[in-house]
């Protein structure tokens, strides 16, 4: 069997291109035509106008900008955490051993079932849904570290103990940087675990937010609300991943050279 051909950056930009223009196009068919409800789904120029109507009239960049702070603060506090204790449960065995049965415990819990606990810990504020979206991302991003570190080849921490090099400074020197580059492309899948979250998190006492507003869109029954937050949802997590990758790209050219 012939290896695949690898598609072409131009190419794989216009393809991309032409699938949400036929999104586009049978979704404003399937509006336009009157075959769909519009109390269903809103038609493509009536969910702009409701977009622009959110954000002049009803403060829907501030519910944006609430919104990203709230996930990449959930995220920065799960990635300092999970990344080092990541490292030493891949490095060191009885480490890993100690923290292992909790962790594989702890992945298989729904994460909605700690709202009540997360509310009696740290209110219905600001605290709550930040810790909502740590806990959602470190159960999963913990594992993802530690079997980074586990997919390093032996031989080079053993040519480095070999050089004279302590145990920690082969962790430090050979481990982490091997391992990094595995580690930040992670952060894509963290990333969109984060924004899948984001409207449960904010469900528990909304003001201000994404959630805030498709809980607005629910009472006031207005689908094309909800599709226009949806669609900066999509569209921010979308943003947030090429940011990723490009940050990838650059920090790690030498993986692209190897290749």
């Known amino acids: 069997m012939k290896p695949l051909t690898p598609v072409a950056p131009g190419t794989r930009v216009v393809l991309g291109l032409a699938f949400f223009m036929l999104f586009v196009a049978v979704w404003s068919a399937a509006t336009f035509s009157g075959w769909v ?24 960049a501030h519910d944006i900008g609430m919104t990203v702070w709230r996930v990449l603060g959930g995220f920065a506090i799960a990635a300092a ?3 080092p204790l990541g490292v030493l449960m891949g490095a060191y065995k009885p480490i890993e051993a100690f923290f292992e049965p909790f962790v594989s ?22 605290s709550q849904k930040v810790a909502f979206l740590f806990l959602g991302v470190f159960v999963y991003l913990l594992p ?11 031989e080079l921490v053993q040519t480095a103990l070999t050089l004279g090099v302590s145990r920690w400074q082969a962790v430090r020197t050979v481990l982490v940087p091997a391992a990094l580059p595995e580690i930040f492309d992670s952060f894509r899948v963290m990333n969109a ?54 940050c990838s790209a650059v920090l790690f050219r030498w993986r692209e050279k190897a290749a």
Request: hydrophobic fraction near 55%; proline fraction near 5%.
């Open 81 to 83: 955490l999970a990344v």
């Open 144 to 154: 993802v570290v530690v079997s980074a570190i586990r997919a390093v080849p032996e």
């Open 37 to 60: 409800n519009p109390i269903f789904l809103a038609d493509p120029l009536k969910m702009l106008r409701s977009g622009w109507t959110l954000l002049t009239e009803m403060g829907f």
């Open 193 to 246: 675990i984060s924004w899948t979250y984001v409207i449960l998190a904010e469900a528990v006492n909304p003001e201000h937010g994404l959630g805030y507003m498709v809980e607005l869109a629910r009472t006031h029954q207005k689908a094309s609300w909800s599709f226009a937050g949806l669609l900066v949802i999509g569209g921010i997590g979308l943003l947030t991943d090429a940011l990723i990758r490009a």
């Open 105 to 126: 415990f702890a992945r298989y819990l729904p994460a909605s079932a700690f709202i009540p606990l997360l509310i009696l810990w740290f209110g219905i504020y600001e």
